[in-house]
């Protein structure tokens, strides 16, 4: 592991690609599980009032589509893959919820 002030060397230089790659994309999937939940929220509290949310929860799953597709798609190096496996279990489980 590189500390600070160290060379990277080729090993850590995809941990580092992984990480630049996969952070904006692990910040949508924490967007659409709030916009989700907020949506569930919503139904729980207002009941049969709830407003219509078809529209915004196919947005929702195209944007988790799109995610999904480019989170499969990154390089992973050896040392990112227990960190990969889980996130794409995460994405797995809110395909599952649906």
Not at 43 to 56: F, H, I, S
Request: charge should be negative; proline fraction near 4%.
């Amino acid at each position: 592991m590189a500390v600070v002030g160290q060379e990277i060397g080729a090993e850590d230089d995809a941990t580092v690609q992984y990480i630049l790659g996969g952070s904006p994309l692990l910040t949508q999937l924490q967007q659409i599980l709030r916009q989700t939940a907020g949506f569930a929220l919503l139904v729980m509290n207002q009941g049969e009032r709830a407003p219509v949310l078809e529209a915004p929860l196919a947005l929702a799953s195209q944007a988790l589509s799109s995610t999904s597709a480019e989170l499969q798609a990154l390089r992973v190096p050896a040392r990112a893959g227990r960190h990969y496996h889980h996130a794409i279990e995460a994405v797995t489980a809110i395909w599952a919820g649906e």
